[in-house]
C-alpha cells in the first residue's frame, strides 16, 4: 500500500512507537494540523510525530533529519530538531520522525501584533541561516536560483487568480524583479518555504520557524521575500535594516518572490473556498494581504 491509502491514526502511531520506541509510547497523543506533506501528531508536551503522506515527504524528512540539527544551534529562534527516527516496517513501509516541538500558533491561524519584535526577530534569524552552504547541501529543482527562471509559475498563477485593478503593478513589480542582477555571492543556506503557516506566534511575537522541508542552498532573495509575506505591514524597513546584507538587486529579487508567494496563498485560499483538496480558506486573504504590502513599500 501506499501512504494515502494507509489510515494513520492515533492507535497506529501509538503501536509504531511501541515496537520501535517504547519509552514514547505512554505519552499523551493528539493530532494536529500537518503540513502538505506530513500528518503531525503531537506527543507529549515537548514532541511531534511526523508522518508522511506524499511521495516527496520522506525525502523532505530525510533532509531535515540531516541538517537540522546542524543548523539549529546557531539558530536564534526555536525550530524542530529531530530526535528519533521511524524505520520503515509491515505497519509503515516509510520512514517517519520524531521532532522536537515548538511551542505557540502558526501564524495563519492568529497575527503578529509586535511588529518591531516580529522584524527584528526575523531578520536576526535569517541572518544567522543565511551562511554559505556546504557543497553537499541540498539544492531545489522549483525554488532557490533567479526569478527569470521561474517565469512560466509566475504566469500561472497570476491568470489563476482574479487581481483587478492591481493586476498591472504586481507584473511590474515581478519583471522587475527578472530585470535585477543575479545573486552574486555563494549559495546560502536558505529555509526556503517561510509563509503564514510555517512561523510561529506567542502572545503576538515571532517565536519560532518550522517545517524545513525545501530547505535549499541558494539565493537569499527567497527568504527574504518574507519581509512582505510574513510581516505586518510597515515592518519591511525595519526588517532590512537590521538584516543589513541585502542589496538593491536583493531586495528587487526578493519583492517580486513575495508577489510570486502572495498569489500561491491566494490560489490557495481559493480552493479552500471551494472545498477543493488541498485548500486552506484563511490563506487566501493573507497572500492578498501579502501583495497590498509589496505594492505599498518603496525599494529600499
Avoid: C
Wanted: proline share 8%; net charge negative.
Amino acid at each position: 500500500m501506499t501512504d494515502s491509502e494507509i489510515d494513520v491514526t492515533a492507535d497506529l502511531v501509538r503501536e509504531l512507537l511501541q515496537e520501535q520506541h517504547p519509552d514514547l509510547a505512554g505519552l499523551s497523543m493528539y493530532e494536529v494540523a500537518g503540513g502538505w506533506d506530513n500528518q503531525q501528531w503531537r506527543l507529549g508536551d515537548e514532541l511531534a510525530v511526523r508522518m508522511p503522506r506524499t511521495e516527496r515527504a520522506s525525502e523532505l524528512q530525510r533532509k531535515e533529519r540531516r541538517w537540522l540539527p546542524v543548523l539549529a544551534p546557531r539558530l536564534p529562534l526555536p525550530v524542530p530538531v529531530p530526535v528519533r527516527i521511524g524505520e520503515p516496517s509491515a505497519r509503515f513501509p516509510k520512514p517517519w520522525t520524531v521532532m522536537t516541538w515548538v511551542p505557540g500558533e502558526p501564524l495563519d491561524s492568529t497575527s503578529v501584533s509586535r511588529g518591531d519584535q516580529a522584524a527584528d526577530a526575523l531578520a536576526g534569524f535569517l541572518r544567522a541561516l543565511h551562511v554559505k552552504a556546504p557543497a553537499d547541501a541540498p539544492i531545489s529543482s522549483d525554488r532557490g536560483a533567479h526569478p527569470g527562471m521561474y517565469t512560466d509559475g509566475f504566469d500561472y498563477f497570476f491568470h489563476a487568480v482574479a487581481l483587478g485593478g492591481i493586476a498591472d503593478d504586481v507584473r511590474a513589480v515581478w519583471d522587475d524583479a527578472v530585470a535585477a542582477p543575479e545573486w552574486e555571492g555563494p549559495p546560502v543556506w536558505a529555509h526556503g518555504d517561510l509563509h503564514p503557516a510555517n512561523v510561529i506566534v506567542s502572545d503576538g511575537a515571532l517565536s519560532g520557524v518550522i517545517d524545513f522541508g525545501d530547505m535549499f542552498a541558494g539565493d537569499p532573495a527567497w527568504d527574504l521575500a518574507a519581509a512582505w509575506v510574513i510581516l505586518p505591514s510597515g515592518a519591511a524597513s525595519r526588517f532590512f535594516e537590521v538584516y543589513a546584507h541585502a542589496g538593491e538587486a536583493t531586495v528587487r529579487r526578493a519583492r517580486g518572490l513575495a508577489a510570486l508567494k502572495g498569489l500561491i496563498l491566494m490560489l490557495i485560499g481559493r480552493n479552500g473556498d471551494r472545498g477543493l483538496p488541498g485548500g486552506k480558506p484563511s490563506w487566501g486573504p493573507a497572500g492578498r494581504a501579502a501583495l497590498d504590502r509589496v505594492l505599498s513599500g518603496a525599494l529600499l
